[in-house]
């Protein structure tokens, strides 16, 4: 999602076809801590865990006595005579049994505490997986495409070679025609390699939540 309006023209930039790095040298282990940082489904779990425990807190609190300290200063004026007085004092509240409710609304809260760990819990690892299948992922993709590039760079000299041999007229036209379809193969795999790396590529963005333009960029 672009988060531009329907009638906006978006301007694509060009496939890249380009090589991939000589390596991905990343920390798996940060790349993983960066996402847990960045990704907003889990910071959004994270602020519901909070808020539930702070729930849990409220209703443990509306079942137990409270103390309050208290102070005022009063005026009197007495047949022309003012005089002044001040008072202080500690009130203490008891709530008063109501049947079980307080109880139900404490464990409803804690048990409401404890759902929202858990989601946070499985949040937190399936971060980690999707990190981690993308990354690995888009290291067999690079490996692809530099494989693809190996066999294309055979495949153009082969056909050099045979439509030098058959110019020459030590070679044949069905040598060339072979040599012209491997090559014509040997293109198509590297299209393929360069558009399935570009999409690993995005994949590990989406899972990483950052464009990855440092790492990624050939």
């Known amino acids: 999602m672009l988060a531009l309006d329907a009638h906006r023209n978006v301007a694509l930039v060009a496939a890249d076809t380009g090589s991939a790095p000589a390596s991905f040298d990343g920390d798996i282990a940060a790349l993983i801590e960066q996402a847990r940082r960045r990704r907003p489904d889990l910071q959004a779990a994270a602020a519901q865990f909070k808020a539930a425990e702070a729930s849990a807190d409220a209703a443990r609190a509306a079942d137990r006595p409270t103390i309050s300290l208290g102070a005022s200063t009063n005026r009197y004026d007495t047949d022309g005579l003012a005089t002044r007085g001040s008072s202080i004092g500690v009130t203490l509240n008891v709530p008063i049994f109501t049947g079980y409710a307080p109880t139900y609304r404490i464990r409803a809260a804690e048990a409401q505490v404890e759902a929202s760990a858990a989601r946070l819990e499985r949040l937190h690892l399936q971060v980690a997986l999707d990190v981690w299948t993308a990354y690995q992922n ?19 000299q082969s056909e050099r070679v045979a439509l030098g041999r058959y110019k020459a007229g030590v070679g044949s ?15 198509q795999q590297r299209v393929q390699s360069s558009f399935n790396w570009n999409i690993s590529r995005a994949i590990l963005a989406r899972a990483w939540a950052t464009l990855m333009q440092t790492c990624c960029t050939p």
């Open 138 to 156: 888009l290291t067999t993709a690079s490996q692809s495409l530099r494989t693809t590039a190996d066999l294309l760079d055979s495949a153009e």
């Open 173 to 187: 036209m069905l040598d060339v025609l072979n040599a012209q379809s491997a090559l014509a193969s040997a293109r």
